[in-house]
């Protein structure tokens, strides 16, 4: 342990922000759904030190079924499966690490945003749970930290992550730091906590993924139900604004164009294993009908189109407008497996936020 100080080798510049701090007088209950969601987080608290079994070593055989993040499925590929076992191993234990990686540097920026919350929201049932959200964060941070030190070791956060972070901290307007985390990033953490807790059979990592997925769900709830309440009184360029705000935030996270920086760390983990990423790559390239055959047609519809874009539209944030706008990019990114060809068949193929989402997101389907 090295000795404390003020300044650690760690810590980032600070990044300047531009919050205001409101006071409220009323402390009666006034957004009646906030306060229900603010007592069922208290009631829902749990311990990490207590609730998960960390002495428990990673099972090495389950947590192959993890799945690693990558577009297509690169473990099932036969230049993988040749991999003598402990290749494949310290492959997988390092990829996992470095996405669970971005996965805790997301919860620390979500665990200053709910804080910052606490402080720029007006009314009290808001604070209220805010405040039950930091604690959340808190926790998250803790078991994700906790976990990749168990796996290997905590990689840094990946470019386009850290943009839309510093964009949510940075701004003054607290209807744009709701939509830009309660909305988009953890809509698609949901997701991705979803499917990774559905598909992995590692029994520690599955346990610690469903405790969070389910305080996830409610930090989403808080969003659609108070953005819900927000957005019908603001002014049309307000709206236009915060669905630009929106639009922005799932870009940076998603768009193909901010993808080269994921790519290279991930080849700068499979050249620390002594890959040939050339032949992975031809690998996938020969195999890619086999490995597309048995992707779940579900899948399809992928987590912004699924659950960021259904968010938006039952908070009012759709309008035609930013609709296609969200419409070209993902043509732009995805192609022909774009579902509907045009901002109309777009539209009509969104589908119905889930009604519970916490029982959706411990559903057997990814
Ligand atoms: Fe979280
Ligand atoms: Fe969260």
Redesign the pocket.
């Known amino acids: 342990m090295s000795e404390f100080s003020l300044h650690t080798a760690t810590q980032e510049p600070e990044l300047d922000t531009a919050m205001k701090v409101v006071f409220q007088w009323n402390y009666e209950p006034e957004v009646d759904e906030l306060r229900r969601l603010y007592v069922k987080a208290t009631e829902a608290q749990w311990i990490a030190a207590r609730d998960l079994d960390w002495e428990r070593p990673i099972d090495h055989a389950k947590f192959a079924a993890t799945p690693l993040g990558a577009a297509l499925p690169v473990e099932q590929t036969s230049y993988w499966k040749s991999l003598p076992e402990e290749t494949a191993w310290e492959l997988t234990r390092r990829t996992a690490a470095f996405r669970l990686s971005n996965f805790l540097h997301g ?1 620390q920026g ?1 665990l200053m945003v ?1 804080a910052q919350l606490v402080n720029a929201v007006p009314h009290t049932d808001a604070k209220f749970y805010a405040a039950t ?1 930091t604690m ?2 808190a926790r ?1 941070v803790e078991v994700f930290a906790k976990y990749i030190q168990k796996l290997d070791m905590v990689r840094p956060i990946a470019p386009p992550v850290k943009r839309i972070l510093d964009a949510t901290l940075e701004t003054e307007d607290w209807l744009k730091k709701l939509v830009g ?2 909305i988009v990033v ?1 809509g698609l ?1 949901l997701y991705s906590f979803r499917q990774m807790r559905n598909l992995t059979e590692e029994p520690l990592l599955k346990d610690l993924l469903t405790y969070v997925a389910r ?2 769900s409610r ?1 989403h709830a808080y969003g659609v139900q108070y953005v819900e309440r927000c957005v019908p009184c603001l002014s049309d360029a307000q709206r236009t604004e915060l669905e630009d705000f929106a639009l922005e935030a799932a870009r940076t996270l998603i768009d193909n164009r901010n993808q080269s920086a994921l790519l290279s760390a991930v080849l700068q983990i499979w050249a620390e294993v002594g890959i040939d990423a050339a032949e992975l790559f031809a690998c996938v390239e020969r195999e890619r009908d086999e490995l597309t055959r048995h992707m779940e047609s579900g899948r399809r519809l992928g987590p912004v189109q699924g659950f960021v874009i259904p968010t938006l539209r039952r908070c009012g944030l759709l309008s035609e407008r930013v609709a296609a706008h969200f419409h070209a990019f993902l043509r732009e990114n995805l192609g022909s497996k774009l579902v509907g060809a045009d901002v109309e068949e777009f539209m009509e193929r969104i589908p119905e936020l889930p009604r519970d989402t916490a029982a959706w997101v411990l559903g057997a389907n990814a």
Do not use: L, T, V
């Open positions: 919860e979500a709910a959200q959340d964060e998250h985390m309660q953890e953490a305080d996830e930090h």
